[in-house]
C-alpha cells in the first residue's frame, strides 16, 4: 500500500529532546530511523536509545553463536551503529527482554524497566515503531513504552512500507503521516546498518537464520523515512 495523500515533511529543528529511539531488536532503529536521528545529533538534540530485546533469536540454529554470544554481539553492532549516528555508548540502555517474545513479558514489567531507562534523562519526545509495524515484538512495544511516559510519541516504520497490510496502515484520523528524506544522511544511515553484520550475511551456519535483504537494505537508505504522528498514543 502506498500512502494516499502526500504526507508533510519533518523539520528535525522543531522536534524537542532529549530524543529516546525504542529498538524492540538492535537495528530497527537505523533502519526506521537512522537519517532522523544523524539529523538531530548535527542538530545538537540530545539523543538516547533503548534496546528492549537481546536480540538473540535470529540464528537459533547456528552452532557458531549459540543465544549468548549472538546477544552479546548484537548488543556491540546495536552500539557501533548508533554511534555513527551521533549517539555515544554511555547514552544507551539495554533491557534484555527477551528476542521473539515480547508478548508474553507482562505489560507492567516492560512499562517499569521502560521507566527506569527514561529516568536517565527524561524524553520530550520518543520514536517508537509503529503500533501495528508488522512484527509481533514490535507490536508488543507500543502499549508498555507508551504508558511509561507522557512525552510527544512518534511511530516509525521499519517493517510496515515493506510488507505491511491496509489494516497495518494509520486509519485517516488515527495518525499524521510524515516524512524524513534521508538526503546528506543517506550515507551516515548506511554505516548504521552496515555496522549489524551478523543480520547482514556474516552468519554461515543457520541457513533459516534471519538476513536483511540488500534490497530492503537500499531502500531504507533511499528512504524516505516514514514516520506517524498518533492523535491518541494511549487510547483508554
Ligand atoms: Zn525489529
Redesign the pocket.
Known amino acids: 500500500m502506498e500512502l494516499k495523500a502526500s504526507p508533510a515533511a519533518l523539520d528535525p529543528a522543531r522536534l524537542p529532546g532529549p530524543v529516546w529511539v525504542v529498538?524492540?531488536?538492535p537495528?530497527?532503529e537505523a533502519l526506521g530511523c537512522g537519517a532522523l536521528l544523524a539529523a538531530l545529533s548535527n542538530l545538537g538534540t540530545e539523543v538516547w536509545a533503548l534496546l528492549l530485546t537481546d536480540g538473540g533469536f535470529s540464528h537459533p540454529d547456528s552452532r557458531e553463536y549459540p543465544r549468548e554470544r549472538l546477544a552479546a554481539t548484537r548488543l556491540d553492532e546495536w552500539r557501533t551503529g548508533l554511534a555513527t549516528l551521533g549517539v555515544p555508548p554511555e547514552r544507551t540502555r539495554a533491557l534484555g527482554f527477551p528476542d521473539g517474545a515480547l508478548a508474553g513479558v507482562p505489560a507492567p514489567a516492560v512499562t517499569q524497566a521502560v521507566q527506569r531507562a527514561f529516568t536517565a534523562s527524561p524524553p520530550a519526545l520518543v520514536l517508537l515503531?509503529w503500533r501495528r509495524d508488522p512484527?509481533p515484538?514490535?507490536r508488543a512495544a507500543w502499549a508498555p513504552v507508551c504508558a511509561a511516559t507522557d512525552a510527544a510519541v512518534l511511530g516509525y516504520s521499519?517493517?510496515l512500507t515493506e510488507r505491511g497490510a491496509e489494516p497495518d496502515w494509520p486509519a485517516a484520523a488515527e495518525a499524521t503521516a510524515l516524512t524524513f528524506a534521508t538526503g546528506p544522511y543517506a550515507a551516515c544511515k548506511a554505516a548504521a546498518i552496515a555496522a549489524h553484520a551478523t543480520q547482514l550475511g556474516a552468519i554461515t551456519d543457520d541457513p533459516g537464520g534471519f538476513t536483511l535483504a540488500p534490497e530492503m537494505v537500499a531502500r531504507a537508505v533511499a528512504g524516505p523515512e516514514l514516520y506517524f504522528r498518533p492523535a491518541d498514543p494511549r487510547p483508554a
Open positions: 529498538a524492540p531488536h537495528d530497527d515503531p512484527h515484538d514490535h521499519v517493517w
